[in-house]
């Protein structure tokens, strides 16, 4: 095929997306690469979303993701110019595939590194059970057995036998499936003769748990899923491909922390020539009849553009949101032109956890740190602690947490002779009924008490200099996220792929979805991944083959 006859008409169409998060950006840059002229409008006051990085009193918070994997999608955002041909690339590229495994030094690909600096990250995470004892985590599979040898022996050949069954699992799922679109029932069909052959439907603890005995191994091969929102017990068990998407490419960093990424983003977006707008809230996704010849009740509804807190309207050929799928819908979609994605549909669907994230400074005491970048620190009990959070929406009596601490890494985003640090705390989102303003603050308090009287970080509150938090009330209100939901509709087997929220509107012609909310879920790479099915259902509506 020509490339003349992939061009773009000559007035280039105007798209707005709704929201700079990791999705809307990276469909941006994909959008302006193809011929569009993109316009994004975020409420927040600068890019980044859930990714937003916050700089007080000489500390740099990165306040969401931090864990960054397949650098390789990154480096395809990079790499992208002005050209119609770059949805035909191969998804993942031979060099890709074959890439060794990053042990040190500089990772991320040439065109990243004009951008951004990324560094790999060993161990990926130190899991720190309640009895003291600890997994260093880093893919390596010697290092891997010899720790299993020394916890909890009995699970060598076990973890034999799980790695093999994750690696089919994530060749198929991930490597060969990832990239499919779910928009109709068929293509679901299709798979799920290969879903039922690799076991991947069951739960992914009952599928950790087939592989490991003690409890210790079940909790390192199956807590990933927390960090984009999946709760293991309900999550499917293709997401055991997690632990080979680390494995195989590495878990990186961003040196000046995720907000650099963003920001590195963002430039590439302006640079072809794509224009970002922040303070600018969207109120109304303006939606009219089709203005074809077709009788007016079975004319389709068509988004025009979006009408602006302020008041301003802003034409468009074509709308994306970047919010929060329920919200976007409840919200912003008016609900006569809704069918498929009603009140009852929406508000029905299971969202994700929240959580409660506390930003602290502490002075460096002399001592070294007996923690690593990427820490967890799992409690007391597992299952009934996320059939808590989960299930019945209460508050435990103990908790688990993800303990960040960048300037292990990166001492530049701290003042010198201090750490900066977040740690994260899933709890249930605000269907629970929960007072956070009451129960945030004794929550935070439980949680320093924890870290001091068990040593993570010792005689804390008097080293603190910096303390902040947010709870589920800040995904409500500043992101606009129902019910405070974190990690946007909950990864289940029924609000998977065809189930799940779709990234092009059933209900409004020229609407779109990318992100979290959208096909195929939650994370960053998942959330990039979004941005370029969204891409290519754009270039198929808009006749760009
Ligand atoms: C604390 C935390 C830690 C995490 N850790 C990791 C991790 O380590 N690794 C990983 O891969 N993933 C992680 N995640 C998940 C990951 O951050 C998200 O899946 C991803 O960033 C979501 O990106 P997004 O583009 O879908 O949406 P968002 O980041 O939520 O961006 C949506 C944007 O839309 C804007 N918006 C919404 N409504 C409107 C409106 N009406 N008008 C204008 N703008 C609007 C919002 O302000 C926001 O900026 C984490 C999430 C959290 C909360």
Redesign the pocket.
Do not use: S
């Given at each position: 095929m020509s490339h003349e006859r992939n061009v773009v008409p000559r007035r280039a169409k105007r798209a707005v997306i709704?929201?700079?998060?990791?999705?809307?950006i990276s469909l941006g840059i994909r959008l302006q690469s193809l011929g569009f002229d993109t316009l994004i409008?975020?409420?927040?006051d600068g890019p980044?979303?859930?990714?937003?990085q916050k700089k007080v009193n000489g500390y740099t918070f990165d306040?969401?993701?931090?864990?960054?994997?397949a650098p390789h999608f990154i480096e395809e955002l990079f790499a992208l110019e002005h050209r119609q041909d770059n949805l035909q690339a191969p998804d993942f590229p031979a060099e890709v595939l074959s890439a060794p495994r990053i042990t040190a030094g500089q990772s991320g690909g040439p065109r990243t590194r004009e951008y951004v600096q990324l560094v790999p990250i060993l161990p990926f995470y130190r899991i720190i059970f309640d009895d003291g004892t600890f997994f260093d985590y880093d893919g390596d599979p010697t290092n891997t057995r010899r720790q299993i040898a020394e916890l909890a022996p009995q699970d060598l050949a076990g973890y034999e036998r799980f790695h093999k069954d994750a690696q089919a699992i994530f060749e198929r799922g991930f490597l060969e499936l990832g990239y499919t679109y779910f928009g109709d029932i068929p293509t679901m069909l299709r798979v799920v003769p290969d879903l039922m052959r690799l076991d991947a439907v069951r739960t992914l603890f009952s599928f950790t748990s087939k592989y490991f005995q003690s409890e210790k191994m079940r909790q390192v091969f199956s807590f990933e899923t927390l960090?984009?929102g999946g709760n293991p017990l309900s999550v499917p068990a293709i997401y055991a491909m997690i632990h080979f998407v680390e494995k195989t490419w590495g878990v990186h960093y961003a040196v000046g922390g995720t907000g650099a990424l963003v920001q590195a983003l963002v430039r590439k977006f302006e640079e072809l020539g794509g224009q970002i707008r922040y303070g600018?809230?969207?109120q109304d996704i303006i939606v009219t009849d089709d203005w074809g010849k077709a009788p007016r009740l079975t004319r389709p509804r068509v988004a025009r553009g979006v009408l602006l807190e302020s008041g301003e309207r802003i034409p468009a050929d074509l709308v994306v949101s970047?919010?929060?799928w329920a919200?976007t819908y409840l919200k912003?979609v008016p609900a006569g032109a809704r069918r498929v994605n009603s009140d009852l549909r929406v508000k029905a669907a299971r969202q994700s956890m929240s959580?409660l994230?506390i930003y602290f400074g502490f002075k460096d005491d002399g001592q070294p740190l007996n923690l690593k970048h990427h820490n967890i620190l799992l409690g007391p009990r597992y299952e009934a602690l996320l059939r808590e959070i989960f299930g019945e929406k209460v508050l435990g009596t103990d908790f688990s947490q993800y303990l960040h601490v960048p300037t292990l890494t990166d001492p530049a985003l701290a003042p010198p002779g201090h750490h900066a640090a977040y740690t994260?705390i899933p709890v249930p989102h605000n269907g629970s009924g929960l007072d956070w303003k009451i129960e945030g603050p004794k929550l935070v308090e439980r949680v320093y008490d924890y870290l001091e009287q068990r040593n993570i970080i010792p005689n804390l509150r008097a080293r603190l200099t910096h303390s902040e938090f947010i709870t589920p009330d800040y995904f409500a209100g500043t992101?606009?996220s129902y019910l405070g939901n974190?990690?946007?509709p909950e990864p289940v087997l029924v609000q998977s792929a065809f189930f799940r929220p779709h990234n092009r509107s059933e209900d409004v012609k020229n609407l779109y979805l990318v992100?979290?909310?959208a096909q195929p879920g939650?994370?960053?790479?998942s959330?990039m991944m979004s941005a370029k099915m969204t891409a290519r259902l754009i270039a198929e509506d808009f006749g760009l083959d």
């Open positions: 709704i929201g700079a998060g990791f999705g809307g409008v975020e409420r927040l980044g979303g859930r990714g937003y306040m969401g993701p931090t864990v960054i994997t960090l984009i600018a809230g969207v970047n919010g929060d919200n912003r959580l994230v994260l992101l606009d974190a990690f946007g992100g979290a909310g939650g994370g960053t790479p959330v």
